[in-house]
């Protein structure tokens, strides 16, 4: 057996490289994906601004429209149309083709439907439609308004994928379908999301606009107040937010879902929900809501029902009949999706061609000026259809006039078509005229009606070509036309009528709202020496069976509920502020606060309390400086506490006592100081400013050592303090006169009885 040989190289190339042509990889990418994005944007996520479509449902329509499916014709199978735009217009898959007509039809997607849909389209819940052999469509009035035109040269078309048929670039769109359909897409590095409006509100926008071009968006926003969704709902975006979304195209509109209180008689009642927010699946609504139920997430809510058929009607049940039904309402709009912000970004294809984020005056005027183009369009049309009408009719007059002589070249004459032209000097489209004119319409009374329909076309040229060669004229015949598209979808009619409203958010206090948004438990909270925080269920009678680390003990406990706020003041002079529902359970010992809070290394709790609305501390230092503030201006709402009290060390925090303004609290009118060296001083507590923050004022002069103690009281109820046996002790006005003085004064010993740890209370 000899050598095999190798096969010869068929590739073409004498350099041996196999013909693989070497190609820069980033460059090759750069342009790859810039075309994939340019497709991206222009072909299937970005609206035209003229007619407020994207390819495919514009080819939807044009297909429906071949079909014939007009809004007084039969339905045609859903499965018939997608095949056809899939198969002429849209290579792309059946089921996105049909996803999209399905939107079209659903009254709840769109706020003017332009598919007619019969059989199941889905609904609000989420359900998925029937398969397209199931269904049915045919075109609507809306449909109808966008295509009309669209055989009268009104727009261009362009050769389809596969050059085998023509589709229209754009529609010629008498309808404002952009805005009153809205539109939602995600490009390539950009996105549009258009809410739906309502389309009489945006004619008379467009009618102002046409008479004042440079109209201010004040003014329409006097026409367009805002969005009219498909589902109805309450719009709450202040006025100011919806003339800058309008203004620069971008923004959002938040929306509630509309609810009324029913009353059930003898004290009980309940909201019913009947519209809901724009995009919003119910079931998935009701399905969250019931699972924040089920984790006690909405303490307020007692239950919900859906009691829906074909209008919606969600049955809201309180806790209790004593809960307030704003205060409800305010705690699921904050939890849940009764509430939703649907944001405006009018991110279009201008022209059909640049991707641009239009105004609401640069849409509307887009609009109009696609309009007169197509109007322009449609009259030349109609004029060359005239001119050539008017040259037929008048070969048929030749006719008629010399009708024997007509008859007379037809008979004899080899070739009668050329013999008509040279005989009475016509054109060859009249001859032709002539010789397919059937003998029934030679009769006297058609002379008459061919005279007549002249006339009356000279008659609609002059005014075509009148209405060509003015400017002023093409505007009011748009003005016209909008008017008409008011008069079919006015808010006089059932689709016109407005579904959204608007409204102020009532004022509804908003730490009632996060109280309520918290079940509320007692619980007893425990703070130990070294840091350690928990919350034990109940209130605790007996602290003194309380387990800690070894080497801790108990600082401070007091009862609270976990809808309370707790305050913690430092040392360095900070107030934290804790939830207490938030706060480690009681099992253990709890964890550091330190884990939950940004305190100094060097720092320690002085104290820790609930917080209440109205109520004054006295904050004091060991020096002796010192001041009343509000607990409401106490409150941190970060990890990192607020600073009140301005120490410097060696100074630190040592006292932060009550000092009347909470709940049946009776104000206090002496404040009484002890210092470490047991002397007792009591001056009026008007002298003690109130501030947000500072160092305070001096209470007591000392020689050697700080403040020890110091208690708000009333005057006339005298001055207490608990010894460490646990016996209260009283003294009078008249017993403590002459420990009154003024603020910073040194004060006299303290009386005899009084504690020997120099303080009002024993200390943990």
């Given amino acids: 057996m000899g050598k095999e040989t190798p096969p010869p190289d068929d590739s073409g190339s004498d350099d041996g490289s196999g013909g693989i042509t070497p190609v820069d990889l980033k460059e090759a990418l750069e342009e790859r994906y810039l075309a994939y994005a340019l497709s991206t944007i222009m072909g299937r996520a970005l609206p035209d601004v003229r007619d407020g479509m994207k390819p495919v449902h514009r080819r939807i329509l044009h297909a429906m429209r071949l079909l014939r499916l007009s809004p007084d014709a039969a339905f045609a199978k859903c499965a018939r149309i997608v095949g056809d735009v899939m198969g002429k217009f849209h290579p792309h898959g059946d089921q996105a083709i049909y996803d999209a007509l399905v939107r079209l039809s659903q009254d709840f997607a769109v706020r003017y439907p332009l598919v007619d849909g019969q059989g199941n389209f889905g609904n609000i819940d989420g359900d998925n439609p029937a398969a397209m052999r199931y269904t049915e469509a045919r075109m609507t009035l ?130 019913v929900v009947t519209e809901i927010p724009y995009q919003v699946g119910k079931s998935k609504l009701i399905e969250k809501i019931a699972e924040m139920l089920l984790a006690k997430k909405l303490p307020l809510l007692g239950d919900i029902n859906d009691e829906s058929a074909e209008d919606i009607r969600l049955v809201i049940e309180p806790k209790s009949r004593s809960v307030d039904p704003q205060l409800l309402m305010e705690q699921l709009f904050r939890a849940t999706d009764l509430e939703s912000r649907f944001p405006l970004n009018m991110n279009v294809l201008d022209g059909g061609k640049v991707p641009r984020v239009m105004d609401l005056r640069a849409v509307l005027r887009a609009w109009l000026d696609h309009r007169k183009e197509v109007l322009i369009r449609r009259s030349r049309h109609r004029l060359a259809q005239i001119e050539k009408r008017l040259e037929i009719l008048g070969g048929y007059l030749v006719a008629f006039l010399n009708i ?153 406990a007091f009862h609270a509920q976990t809808t309370d706020r707790i305050l ?169 006169a002459e420990y009154v003085g003024e603020r910073a004064q040194a004060g006299r010993m303290v009386p005899k009885g009084f504690p020997a740890s120099g303080t009002f209370a024993p200390r943990s």
């Fill in 142 to 271: 809306a449909a109808t308004e966008l295509l009309t035109g669209i055989t009268e040269d009104a727009v261009d078309f362009r050769a389809t994928y596969n050059e085998e048929d023509e589709e229209p670039v754009v529609l010629p769109g008498a309808f404002p379908n952009l805005l009153a359909n809205g539109a939602a897409g995600i490009a390539v590095g950009m996105a549009t999301n258009i809410p739906p409006h309502n389309a009489a509100e945006l004619c008379d926008a467009a009618l102002h606009l046409i008479k004042h071009p440079n109209a201010s968006f004040e003014k329409l926003l006097e026409f367009v107040p805002g969005p009219d969704f498909p589902t109805g709902g309450v719009i709450v975006e202040p006025r100011e937010a919806i003339l800058e979304a309008y203004k620069t195209g971008k923004g959002g509109f938040r929306t509630r879902a509309k609810w009324e209180r029913e009353d059930l008689g003898r004290g009980q009642w309940q909201i």
């Fill in 568 to 736: 913690l003041l430092s040392t360095a002079g900070k107030v934290y502020t804790l939830g207490a529902d938030k706060l480690p359970g009681g099992r253990g010992h709890g964890e550091p606060l330190r884990i939950m809070v940004d305190m100094d290394n060097d720092a320690d709790i002085v104290c820790a309390f609930i917080h209440v609305a109205g109520r004054k501390r006295l904050l004091a230092s060991t020096a002796g400086n010192g001041f009343a503030a509000a607990e409401a201006d106490m409150i941190a709402n970060t990890r990192k506490g607020k600073q009140v009290l301005n120490v410097k060390m060696p100074d630190e925090a040592l006292l932060c006592v009550p000092a009347g303004g909470g709940e049946g609290d009776e104000a206090p009118s002496h404040l009484a100081v002890v210092g470490e060296n047991r002397k007792l001083l009591v001056f009026p507590i008007e002298q003690v400013p109130e501030m947000g923050r500072g160092k305070g004022v001096r209470l007591q002069k000392y020689k050697d050592g700080g403040i020890k103690d110091a208690r708000a009281f009333d005057m006339s109820a005298g001055l207490t303090w608990t010894d460490g046996g646990g016996r209260t002790h009283i003294r009078s006005a008249d017993d403590l």
């Fill in 404 to 556: 024997d002589e007509v008859i007379r070249i037809i008979r004899t004459e080899d070739h009668p078509k050329e013999a008509l032209i040279a005989r009475f000097s016509i054109t060859d489209v009249q001859a032709e005229a002539i010789l397919n004119l059937r003998l029934r319409r030679l009769h006297k009374l058609e002379e008459i009606e061919i005279r007549t329909e002249e006339s009356n076309l000279r008659e609609e040229k002059a005014g075509i070509e009148a209405l060509l060669g003015n400017e002023d004229r093409q505007w009011k015949t748009v003005a016209w036309e909008v008017g008409e598209t008011k008069k079919k979808f006015g808010k006089d009619t059932d689709l016109g009528a407005r579904r959204t409203t608007f409204a102020e958010p009532i004022e509804i206090d908003m730490e009632a709202v996060a109280e309520a948004m918290i079940e509320r438990e007692p619980i007893t909270v425990v703070l130990s020496q070294k840091g350690w925080i928990r919350a034990m269920k109940g209130h605790m009678a007996d602290f003194a069976s309380l387990s800690f680390k070894e080497g801790d003990g108990l600082k401070a």
